[in-house]
Each structure stands twice: as structure tokens, then as C-alpha cells.
């Protein structure tokens, strides 16, 4: 053990503890700097003209005041990511920085059908199979862990997530291991997903859905009942119907609780109980994470904090933990994952108290 001068703080502490990211949109981990310096090449305004490139400072690219303003910028990141050079680029970029919170796996979400509604000449599979060859390479010589979930976004219809859907089962050789839903949960129901997530169940894919954020507990019920989602992502509005609340840790099924997205995006109140809490001592099992970090300004290792500030160092470790096990991880990279967890805990918690 390392002797340390100085009492470890709670931020470098929860920095160095091994992570498991479950709730992570790689178009959202795009840094600042690197979309403006691709909106500039494409052209691509990123503020609220869409009359051609405004020149934006990095430091005011992600700005916004309202949800209208937030799916402006995202339509624009997506405009501005258009070849398979730039995911590569973007994985590479969000990879340097989970190394630096000492991320060791991460099932990261993909949504291939925005990106072929932008770009439509972009070819997705060879596209996936690139990132897949990359996050190979980077795992060799960092440890750190990708695997890809492909969302199909609840705005582009039924027809369109079967096709997402078929795309994702013939992508399981290059790290697509699961399907995810997200986008316009209020417009676009659980019900209209039925079809492809029996599918992508039947080919092998596991299937988790963003359900509880921009609509209420009836949407989370709708996930598990029609689609039979084994995480829920997001999932706080679950606290609107405590018999839901009570089903959901009964059941065990994990919440990825995002507290940071839902603050910006105004599904909770940054004055008002804070669900991650309510749900933590209601005994559901919850995992945090950073949703759409560069945009909404956090990192993984901000979320944990929150968590910790909420519930204290003990709750924060639990939910570590429990993002292990709410993992689509083998039993056998699983049993690992705990070692270097467990082992990592114990020496920051005894050098801390140095
Ligand atoms: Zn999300």
C-alpha cells in the first residue's frame, strides 16, 4: 500500500474505484471541442439558426434551455457525426476517458437508426464492426472492457425497430450483445415494440428499455409486461405509484438511474426529493450513470458522487456493486469484475484512512 500524506477525498476515491457502465449513449459522450471541430467541417450550425455554421465557442456548444433547445443540439451532434471515421474517433475519445475513471466494462448504447436518418449513405455494419475492432484493440492493451447496445428509438415506429432489431442480431459477432428503446416515450408506447423485442429475445440479444422519464410508472409497467425488459433505464417516475415500487424490488429488476440527466432535462426537480433516494431505501436495486455525459456536463465518477451525497459512501459502493451484477457480463467476467472490485475497495478504503 501506498503511504499517502493526505486523507484520500471522496471524489478521488470514488475516480478510483473500479466502475461498470450500463447507461451510456456514445453519441453523448461526444466532447465538446470534437463537435464543433466536425460541425465546422460539415457545415453544421450548432446553435439555433439553422442557416448555415455559426462559429460556437466548445464551452457553449452543449448550452441549452429547454428541451426544444436540447433535441436541437442533438439533432446537430448527429448531423455532424457522419462516417464511420468519426465513431471510431468518438469510442477512441470516450474510452480515454472511462480508462481515467477506471471504467472496466461498459454496455454502451448505439442508435444506428439516427444515425442512418442523418446520413443515409452511411453503411452501419461496417460501421459497428469497426467500432468492435477498436474496442478489441483497446481492451488488449487497456483492460477496459466495450460492448454495444443498439437503441431503436421509439420516434421512427414500429417497422423501423424491427429492422434496428434484425440489424442488432446480425451484429452479435462484433459486440452487439442487447436492444434498447429510447427516444419519444410518450408518443411512442411499449405496445408498438412488442414484435421486435420478442424478436431480438428469440435471436439471443438482451433486451433493456428507457421507460419512467418522460412518461410516468404506466410506461416503466409497459416495459416489463409487453417487452420484458430485464433493466429499465432511467425508471424515477416509477416513485409515482408506490405498488410499482414495490414490484420493481420485489422482482429485482435494476433502474439505470441518470440524477444528473434528470436534473438538466427536468424530469426531476433540482429542489425536490431526489427518487434515486426514495427508490435506494425502498430496497430497488439501482445502478447511476451519466446518460449523455458531454452533453449534460457530468462523468460517471460525478454520478457516484451524487449517489454518495444522497446516501452516503456505504449506499455509493452497494450501487457500484450492483451495476456489476445488473451487467449483461458472463458468470465468469462477472466473478472477475467483483475480484477487481472488491480488491480495489479495500485499498482505497484502508489508504483513505491512512
Ligand atoms: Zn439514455
Known amino acids: 500500500m501506498r503511504p499517502s500524506l493526505y486523507a484520500m477525498t471522496t471524489p478521488e476515491l470514488l475516480r478510483r474505484l473500479p466502475k461498470v457502465q450500463l447507461h451510456c449513449h456514445l453519441e453523448g459522450t461526444t466532447p465538446a471541442s470534437t463537435f464543433v471541430e466536425l460541425a465546422r467541417r460539415s457545415g453544421v450550425s450548432t446553435d439555433y439558426q439553422e442557416t448555415g455554421f455559426r462559429d460556437v465557442a466548445p464551452a457553449d456548444v452543449y448550452r441549452f434551455a429547454n428541451m426544444g433547445e436540447f433535441l436541437f443540439k442533438f439533432a446537430a451532434l448527429s448531423r455532424s457525426l457522419r462516417d464511420t471515421a468519426d465513431y471510431v474517433r468518438i469510442l477512441e475519445e470516450y474510452a480515454q476517458d472511462a480508462i481515467a475513471h477506471n471504467v472496466m466494462y461498459a454496455e454502451l448504447f448505439l442508435s444506428p ?3 442512418s436518418f442523418f446520413h443515409r449513405d452511411l453503411d452501419i455494419r461496417a460501421t459497428i464492426a469497426r467500432l468492435y475492432d477498436r474496442a478489441e484493440a483497446i481492451e488488449g492493451h487497456s483492460g477496459l472492457r466495450m460492448r454495444f447496445i443498439c437503441d431503436l428509438t421509439r ?3 414500429s417497422v423501423r425497430a424491427m429492422e ?3 440489424l442488432a442480431a446480425g451484429l452479435q459477432e462484433h459486440g452487439v450483445i442487447g436492444i434498447g428503446l429510447g427516444g419519444d416515450e410518450a408518443n411512442f408506447p411499449a405496445q408498438l415494440f412488442v414484435d421486435a423485442f420478442a424478436y431480438a429475445r428469440d435471436a439471443g440479444l438482451r433486451c433493456v428499455a428507457h421507460a419512467g422519464e ?3 410508472a404506466q410506461s416503466v409497467r409497459d416495459a416489463l409486461n409487453h417487452l420484458h425488459a430485464e433493466r429499465i433505464g432511467h425508471g424515477v417516475r416509477a416513485i409515482e405509484d408506490a405498488q410499482l415500487v414495490a414490484e420493481l424490488a420485489a422482482r429485482k429488476v435494476p433502474l439505470e438511474v441518470c440524477p444528473t440527466s434528470n436534473l438538466r432535462t427536468g ?3 433540482r429542489d425536490g426529493e431526489q427518487p434515486l433516494r426514495k427508490l435506494y431505501e425502498a430496497g430497488v436495486v439501482v445502478c447511476v450513470d451519466s ?5 449534460f456536463g457530468t462523468d460517471i465518477t460525478q454520478e457516484y458522487l451524487f ?6 459512501l456505504e449506499a455509493a459502493l452497494q450501487i457500484a ?10 458468470d465468469g467476467l462477472k466473478a472477475g469484475l467483483y475480484r477487481r472490485f472488491d480488491a480495489a475497495c479495500a485499498e482505497l478504503l484502508a489508504e483513505r484512512r491512512t
Open 155 to 157: 420516434n421512427f415506429g
Open 267 to 269: 424530469v426531476v426537480a
Open 291 to 295: 446518460d449523455d455525459p458531454a452533453i
Open 164 to 166: 434496428t432489431a434484425q
Open 214 to 216: 418522460a412518461a410516468g
Open 307 to 312: 449517489a454518495e451525497n444522497q446516501l452516503g
Open 113 to 115: 437508426s439516427v444515425w
Open 321 to 330: 456493486r450492483s451495476a456489476i451484477d445488473a451487467s449483461f457480463a458472463s
